[in-house]
């Protein structure tokens, strides 16, 4: 069981918005802001999106967005397009002796 | 360009040791806290083990710690991940990847550890 909790599957149609969600404890998602996103096309390696719950390294399209609220990250995913179907990651920093934890991931599904 | 390149991978028995390697370009590789995360088959991502710049202070999950030991040469741009007492459950994709300022923001391809008999 993954310590952060994501829904197995998304979907949306081309030019959708859709949002994914990251719920930890205050200990980890609540309680520090070192939530990032990582976008994962199969059998490639992990792309950072989104770091420190809201900021998007260069080069990553405004399209995508990331917010916290509680205990609760969020990724959205504006104007949807093909190239975006892949699996998402959260991840943040946890107090709780493990010290960086994910989440189990999901999978995005464009129409 | 940031380039990662893991290697070392392989079939190892249960209770066998692997060693992997990461070699860094393309950055300056000692300014940087490195990681090890990986992928059993399917499932999803997993922090392993990361490293400070100057290699004073190392973190393991608890499920590898007294098994695996992180190790950096700064002189060799490279990031190492000695396994020991594998098990079954080991069996993933490695990667390595750059861990500053609370990102994992570049990637290796990694490298697939099987531990089967």
């Known amino acids: 069981q993954s310590a952060l909790t994501q829904p197995a599957s998304v979907s949306g149609s081309p030019g959708q918005s859709i949002t994914i969600s990251c719920t930890g404890t205050?200990?980890?998602?609540?309680?520090?802001?070192?939530v990032s996103w990582y976008q994962q096309h199969p059998g490639k390696a992990p792309k950072l999106m989104i770091y420190e719950v809201s900021n998007r390294p260069s080069g990553v399209s405004n399209r995508f967005s990331g917010s916290k609220s509680g205990n609760t990250a969020s990724l959205t995913i504006s104007g949807l397009q093909a190239e975006d179907e892949a699996d998402y990651y959260c991840?943040?920093?946890?107090?709780?002796?493990?010290?960086?934890?994910f989440g189990g991931g999901t999978k995005l599904t464009v129409l | 360009e940031v380039q990662l390149v893991e290697s070392g991978g392989g079939l190892v028995q249960p209770g066998g040791s692997l060693r992997l390697s990461c070699a860094a370009s393309g950055f300056s590789f000692s300014g940087f806290w490195m990681a090890w995360v990986r992928q059993a088959p399917g499932k999803g991502l997993e922090w392993v083990a990361n490293i400070k710049e100057d290699g004073s202070q190392k973190y393991y999950v608890d499920s590898v710690r007294g098994r695996f030991t992180i190790s950096r040469d700064n002189a060799k741009n490279s990031l190492y991940l000695q396994m020991n007492s594998l098990r079954v459950e080991d069996t993933a994709v490695y990667y390595c990847?750059?861990?500053?300022?609370?990102?994992?923001?570049?990637w290796g391809q990694g490298t697939l550890v099987t531990v089967s008999s």
């Open positions: 991840t943040s920093y946890t107090n709780s002796g493990i010290h960086w934890v």
């Open positions: 205050n200990r980890d998602v609540g309680g520090f802001n070192y």
């Open positions: 990847a750059t861990h500053s300022e609370y990102k994992f923001e570049y």
